[in-house]
């Protein structure tokens, strides 16, 4: 049987939040070693890969590889279900057609048990090439956010130049240009304010600003974010999970005409 | 214009 107990419930919350806008329906993978996912978005643009370490979960128990393909919007509903401050634990046996949901409160005066059907979702999986990125930033998870959603205002991409000076990002369009540079931070008190930059060569992308959008959805999971970009690969925008795990979400540039 | 690319261009299907 597999059985995982997350005593910070409101992670697994949080991922659902971070990935049902972006995918309809996925399958999560569950070993000895933890649960994955992975998926592309219906038009294949995006994709986002979930990564939970066993060794996160208070509890962890998978007998035997299990693959449980939900419908996220389903599955967001029962989560929503749950409170911040609840004990999470998924249950199902080994060759289920359904999952359980257990939410305890912290009192363990309240305890829930929600029980959905699982699907048989045969998605193909991508090959992710182990990449060494030309240029690696990380920064305020709510800066990026903040940055995506003022840009939008502007056009349906967004160019991303990061140069030793720092990182640029641009928008134009109907109503104008908009641009927003930042520099490297020197020294800051708080690791979880700066933006530090890793440049091996100088790299100019540009990326929907749809799916730069929806990838935000993370942002309440870490106070940080990264960005790897390389010449004419796709983008990975990544967000730790806790200390648990991570949240990585592709996507393909736009080249220009 | 940009013309957007598709993910299985960059990565194989395992």
């Known amino acids: ?257 | 214009a940009a013309t957007q690319t598709d993910l299985r261009h960059f990565f194989k299907a395992r």
């Open chain 1, 1 to 257: 049987m597999f059985e995982a107990r997350l005593v910070q419930g409101s992670l697994l919350k949080k991922v659902l939040d971070a990935i049902k806008e972006l995918l309809n329906e996925a399958s999560w993978d569950c070993a000895d070693s933890g649960i994955q996912l992975q998926a592309m978005d219906n038009s294949h643009v995006s994709l986002v890969s979930v990564n939970l370490r066993a060794e996160g979960f208070d509890k962890y128990r998978c007998d035997r590889n299990l693959i449980m393909g939900m419908d996220l919007t389903s599955m967001s509903k029962i989560l929503k279900c749950a409170a911040n401050d609840d004990i999470i634990t998924m249950k199902a046996q080994d060759n289920a057609d359904t999952v359980t949901f257990i939410f305890e409160s912290p009192s363990q005066e309240k305890v829930s048990d929600y029980e959905m059907k699982l699907m048989n979702l045969d998605q193909d999986h991508l090959g992710i090439p182990e990449t060494d990125y030309a240029c690696v930033i990380k920064l305020p998870s709510g800066e990026f956010a903040r940055i995506c959603r003022d840009l939008s205002n502007f056009g349906e991409s967004i160019v991303i130049a990061c140069s030793k000076e720092g990182v640029k990002f641009s928008a134009a369009g109907d109503i104008g240009t908009g641009n927003i540079k930042l520099a490297q931070t020197s020294s800051v008190d708080k690791e979880e304010e700066a933006v530090i930059i890793e440049m091996q060569e100088p790299v100019t992308l540009t990326f929907a600003c749809r799916y730069l959008n929806m990838f935000t959805k993370a942002t309440p999971l870490s106070p940080q974010v990264s960005l790897s970009m390389s010449p004419d690969v796709p983008l990975v925008v990544e967000y730790s999970i806790g200390d648990i795990g991570q949240i990585q979400y592709f996507l393909a540039p736009k080249i220009d005409d």
